[in-house]
């Protein structure tokens, strides 16, 4: 009898332990375990988990301590909250004692719940700061091989190959070393460190880290990043060395072979600080400075345009270890560099995806085309056995021309790779500091290990297309029963993915540049995919460095070239510089953005007030719209719409932030100024007699409706319109890289995605499936998917938000930070009759599966802790609405709220639900 009162209450014990509240994740500015952090008060936050239902966070407690057995103990000599009777879980600034560079803290937090449970600690986590202060790098000096002649300074760069200083300078790319010796054990040992434009770093002859192209590309006249690498257990007691292999990347792009611009910000350093932190408390540093050793490497050519060029012949067996002979280098010479370090602390790039050639061709005598099978941002990579000095010429492109050769018109040319061999054994190589958007990778001067050869060539063993990428974590899904949205979003996804580096780049390979519109249209269909946060941040801070003295913020961020008239000054660009940071706000709850781009935001206002009449007419419009012309400035929309309306919606979004920052007399002053600018636009482009912006296209009255500029009376009005448009078009799209997204947020609020479906759900026309219909593995640049194009751009992504939003059905209610209030609002449209999506929010993770039947509607959902949602159901009075097999009037944890439009609404917080409607 006893044993089975014991069993009862252990088993009453382990359910009530199960429904506990629990910390599952930790975070410190959105990462895990981050180093090299420079921001003074941290943010932290945390993920919250609990089998039961309705749960919310009622206060929590953080520790943090600078000793691990401190915290064990738990102490918290640096910074204790005690019990704070709070919901937030998310983005709190650290306040405890001032912390020291290069010191690690460790942390934990525990909380309570609306139901009065406690959690137990998290799991103990740390992060260590970076160098906070110029002194904090000990003296560590710019260092390189040679020097570029004032004379050769050139920024901003040029883009006029008629410049006579395009072919002047050319620069060489060094390899750098320093002994040094370690004779007590190692606590830990950090390196901080960063080399312009790009760096390898390796201890002891092995590369450090798994990142590619460090740092992040940045305005290097104003600043740079450097980079924090934990290498205790790189190093060995006695004899170390370092070494450093410098590439160009954006800080000097040569004028050789294709080139968007050219520029010079200095020839090739590095600077770096390694810091041995001894067993015994002890602290050594070692610093780059003259008393390094450079050479010349074996890298002979790096574009970040062009190509890269390496002859094995140069390579230096040992030259990165200890014991290596560098009596015949040079000392290396001390440099100026960009005037500010900041910790680099978005994601790096790093290789993901390898693909082998799904086809081999041999088009003519000498050259063999290898098919990848995907166009993705990537690098050749080559196993190759023959003759020493022999050279094999790698040539990539996303397109054949009729012949079946490489063609790189649309993209720029020539661009390609030389690699010479130095006849030992196998040799494997692939370029270092320049990649390249490609699908087909073309090899002159060797020959496919299958066929016939008398030897005087190279033999290809082996071929990949190595794709890179910045390594913002996965943290969406979707599919459903529509087999080409399935490979739309794929589509789309691909193309996102090869423009996702340092900085969000147009495409791959023409440009490579920042061009601003795409963060924050198509960042709200990236960040339901991936995790962008820190990327965001970096962009933001991109802008404050390129933005001028009379307040624009240009195109391009960074600016390395300044471009013409609308490629520089075109608000719809422009307006990045506010809209992105209060979509950070919106998306992750992130305060300290907005705060910190206020400055930035306020002034390019103030350049935008300049307008005549509030109206803008300048820039380039709905870039890429469909019209009469080959695709280019917009056709049919007039700019003076797609400029204003961005104006007044950055006016709106500004007396929202100015709100949030609790200024209240420029809240005021915003407001007023953008009621000032909606009545001189609707004055100017609303027609009372069709109820139609300007010409009526489909993003002037998008743009129109979604800015909030058309007024409630006329709203619906303009909303038919709009479907008429469409409609009237046979279902076609006409709207460009502007008004698309705005075209598709309207008619999915307006409750009309089987609009949205009727669009898209087609291959015949210019969009989505056509692409797919003629050949494309990557979202292109054009509607039309022509050849003079890139073929690797993602500015026309927008359906992969409403994938999300619209048929997976999850999305912000409106006011909401973070997610924190949810509508689950699935649309049944079309021929699709299952979807399964889920994205991992800042406070965990939302999923929704639905699946229809002839007369059933299944749909199963998960809300995080601390969040509530509002459900909608495709349901009437008259159906018959479960969860978990009971009818909802008879459930306590969930609230049915009525019906509206064909919809059941019921309100839910945390939880898994699994509803019918018969």
Known sequence: MNKIILCCFLLITMLRASAQIGVQQVFCEYQT??????????????????????????AYRILVADDSLL?????????????????QSIQIPFAGKKMSSVKTYYWKVMVWDNYGAVSSWSKPAKWQMGLLSVDDWKGAKWIAYNKLPDSLYLVPAIDDTRDKRWHQGKDTLPILRKAFAVFKPIKKATAFITGLGQFDLSLNSVKVGDHFLDPGWTKYDKHALYVTFDVTNTLK???????????????????ERYHKLKGAFGYPKMICRVVLEYRDGSVENIVSDETWKATPGPVTFSSIYGGEDYNANLEQHGWNSAGFDDHNWQQAIVVDGPPKLEAQMQYPLKIFDEFSPIKI?????????????????????????????????????????????VTQKAIGTPVYFNYTLNGVGTETWHPQFMYHGFRYIQIEGAVPEKEMNSGALPVILDIKSLHTRNSAPTIGTFSCSNDLFNRVFKLIDWAIRSNTASVFTDCPHREKLGWLEEAYLVGSSIRYNYDIATLCRKVVRDMIKSQTADGLIPDIAPEYVEFSKGFRDSPEWGSNGIILPYYIYQWYGDQQVLAGSYDMMTRYVAYLEKSKDHILYHGLGDWY??????????QLTPKGITGTATYYYDLTLLAKIAHVLGKTDDEKKYTNLSEEVKKAYNHTFFNKQTNQYGTGSQA???????????????????????VKDIRDHNNRITAGDIGYRYLLRVLDDAGRSDVIFDMNNRTDVPGYGYQLAQGATALTESWQANTTSSNNHFMLGHLMEWFYSGLGGIKPADNSVAFQNILIRPELVGNISEVKTSYLSPYGLISNEWKKTVHSFYMHTQIPVNTTAIIY???????????DGKSVLNRNNLKLLGFEKGKALIQVGSGRYSFAVK
Do not use: C
């Open 361 to 405: 061709t041999h088009p003519k005598p000498g050259a063999w085309v290898y098919d990848m099978g995907q166009n993705a941002s990537a690098i050749p990579s080559i196993i190759v056995k023959g003759n020493k000095g022999a050279v094999v010429k790698i040539t990539p492109a996303e397109l054949l021309d009729s012949d079946g050769l």
């Open 625 to 634: 719209d469909i019209g009469p012309n080959g695709p280019g400035e917009s």
């Open 873 to 883: 159901l495709p349901a009437s009075k008259n159906s018959l609405i479960s969860e």
């Open 33 to 58: 375990n981050p180093i090299g952090i420079d921001a003074q008060r941290p943010e932290l936050s945390w993920r919250l988990i609990s089998s039961k239902r309705n749960v919310k966070q009622a």
């Open 237 to 255: 007691q006695g004899n170390n060395a370092i070494g450093v292999m410098l590439g160009n990347g954006f800080y000097y792009t040569p004028g």
């Open 71 to 87: 915290l064990q103990k738990n102490q918290g000599n640096v910074w204790d909250t005690k019990k704070v009777l709070s919901s």
């Open 700 to 722: 002037a009255n998008a743009m129109s409706v979604y800015m909030g500029l058309a007024d409630s009376a006329n709203k619906e009005k303009v909303v038919n319109n709009i």
